[in-house]
């Protein structure tokens, strides 16, 4: 029992480890804005679709369950 109360301490020594050692050196990323956006204008007309289909009757959607 404490050959396995020592692995759990070396895990967890070694994971704080890891956690600390990747925010020490971790960098932030560098972001790179354009100067002057463009925004594109869309002068068509937006594409409606239309379904012509009859509504189930009550007993339909019963046949279907």
Known sequence: MKAL???EATFVIAAALAIVTSFATAKAPIVKVAADP???VAAEKMPVVTVSAKRLTAAEKSALI
């Open 5 to 7: 109360k020592n692995f």
């Open 38 to 40: 463009v925004v594109a």
